[in-house]
């Protein structure tokens, strides 16, 4: 369970948040990738999911080695 004090955004915050698409969004939602609360008709995403896949997907860049013009 999780704590009542947690910060949930909006489908249109975490797409504004992230740059994904808000269809993508409610893609994953309906298809129960991600985990979301409902409130009567709104959903909402919690934060913590959203930093989890932002940190998840971080990638660090690679320098080109041996690059030839």
Do not use: C, F, H
Request: no cysteine; glycine share 4%.
């Amino acid at each position: 369970m999780q704590k009542a004090s947690a910060q949930l955004l909006t489908v249109n915050e975490a797409a504004a948040r992230t740059g994904r698409k808000v269809s993508t969004w409610r893609r994953d939602i309906l298809l129960r990738r991600i985990p979301y609360v409902k409130l009567g008709r709104s959903v909402r995403i919690p934060v913590e999911v959203v930093d989890r896949l932002i940190r998840d997907g971080w990638r660090e860049s690679v320098e080109p080695s041996n690059v030839s013009t």
